[in-house]
């Protein structure tokens, strides 16, 4: 049993649907834990070391963020806060009259176990920034990220679509991998 610390009902939902293929049990508590100001790396290392030692349980964080290649990486490590604030039209409109509309969504896993140390594993998907918000399915950024090659942003693609190659499938894959073996 694993247990995936976040506060966002989304990321459940989500991993939910990636862990189904495996034979690993996933539970879910939205313990809220302290994210000093750092890389996404960073904060998954202590929250998954906070949380482990907190609960006693092996725990997954996860913290993710859209960095956009025209705005230097920006929201980057703030996604959360510019998501609440500025929302997916004060970035459109950031982006005015900007022709690089390259863009990728990062995720960083953390993973602990209560008696050893974290470590992390990470994910990318790469794509655009629309020139605007279109579905509205997913979460957050999710209608202003153009995928290419699927002709779609992530908010025109359902939880299963999405689940194919996201950021977060990316980086879940890799620590079930690596879980798996060991
Ligand atoms: P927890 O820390 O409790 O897991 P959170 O929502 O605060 O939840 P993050 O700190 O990882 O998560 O913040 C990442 C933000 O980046 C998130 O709030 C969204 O605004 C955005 N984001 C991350 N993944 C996304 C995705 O798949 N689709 C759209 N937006 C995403």
Not at 48 to 65: M, Q, T
């Amino acid at each position: 049993m694993i247990t995936f610390i976040t506060g966002n009902k989304h990321k459940v939902i989500e991993a939910e649907n990636i862990f189904k293929d495996y034979d690993i049990n996933l539970e879910h508590i939205d313990l809220g834990y302290c994210e000093p100001q750092g890389t996404l790396e960073e904060v998954a290392i202590s929250g998954a070391k906070y949380a482990s030692r907190k609960l006693n349980k092996p725990v997954i964080v996860e913290d993710a963020g859209l960095f956009i290649k025209a705005l230097k990486g920006f929201p980057g490590t703030y996604s959360s806060y510019v998501q609440e604030t500025l929302g997916n039209q004060g970035i459109l409109k950031l982006l005015d009259g900007v022709n690089d509309c390259y863009a990728e969504f990062r995720s960083v896993i953390g993973y602990c176990a209560p008696n050893s140390e974290p470590k992390i594993f990470l994910g990318k998907v790469i794509g655009e920034i629309a020139v605007e918000e279109k579905g509205d399915l997913g979460f957050a950024f999710d209608p202003i990220f153009y995928v290419p090659a699927e002709g779609k942003t992530f908010g025109e693609l359902t939880t299963e679509e999405k689940n194919q190659f996201s950021h977060r499938k990316n980086s879940l894959e890799k620590f079930i991998k690596w879980y798996s073996i060991q």
